[in-house]
């Protein structure tokens, strides 16, 4: 005697299941990505405001002419790389004890390159991403 066996298919739960968790997670992702950039900025501004701030633009010469943050010194990737880097950062880091140094460039890839180095030189550092974005925020010179 040969037994028929019945599945049951539920194609269109496990459908909703699945729309449902891959909505959950892409919410999760953006709020993660939205609160992180905000609270950089909120931060920044705070540390600035208290004198605890030191921001510098890593962008290159010609990027620069764009404008730059208020208050931002200017130390382009181009001569982080350079042999006589740990000259330049000992002196920022005499010259701006117990501060952390902010770090942007256009778009916040070469401030995470040079956000390495600095901290490779002992100092205290954060990568707070682009200009195009910094800009709408922050006042700019």
Same mark, same amino acid.
């Given at each position: 005697?040969v037994?028929?066996?019945?599945?049951?298919?539920?194609?269109?739960? /496990?459908? =909703? !299941?699945?729309?449902?968790?891959? @909505?959950f #997670?892409?919410?999760?992702?953006?709020?993660?990505?939205?609160?992180?950039?905000?609270?950089?900025?909120a931060?920044?501004?705070? /540390?600035m =405001? !208290?004198?605890?701030?030191v921001? @510098?633009? #890593?962008?290159?010469?010609?990027?620069?002419?764009q404008?730059?943050?208020?208050?931002?010194?200017?130390l382009?990737?181009?001569?982080?790389?350079?042999?006589?880097?740990?000259?330049?950062?000992q002196?920022?880091?005499?010259?701006?004890p117990s501060?952390?140094?902010?770090?942007?460039?256009?778009s916040?890839?070469?401030?995470?390159?040079?956000?390495?180095?600095?901290?490779?030189?002992g100092?205290?550092?954060?990568?707070?991403?682009?200009?195009?974005?910094?800009?709408?925020?922050?006042?700019?010179?």
């Amino acid at each position: 005697m040969v037994k028929e066996i019945k599945f049951k298919t539920c194609y269109v739960d /496990e459908m =909703k !299941a699945i729309e449902y968790i891959t @909505i959950f #997670v892409v919410i999760f992702l953006v709020y993660g990505f939205v609160t992180r950039s905000f609270f950089s900025v909120a931060k920044l501004q705070e /540390e600035m =405001k !208290a004198g605890r701030a030191v921001v @510098i633009d #890593v962008r290159e010469k010609d990027e620069i002419e764009q404008g730059m943050l208020k208050d931002a010194l200017w130390l382009p990737l181009s001569k982080l790389r350079s042999e006589d880097v740990s000259q330049e950062l000992q002196k920022l880091k005499e010259k701006y004890p117990s501060k952390t140094f902010y770090l942007y460039c256009r778009s916040g890839n070469r401030s995470g390159i040079s956000k390495s180095i600095f901290e490779k030189h002992g100092l205290p550092t954060e990568n707070i991403g682009g200009f195009n974005s910094l800009s709408r925020i922050l006042p700019i010179k």
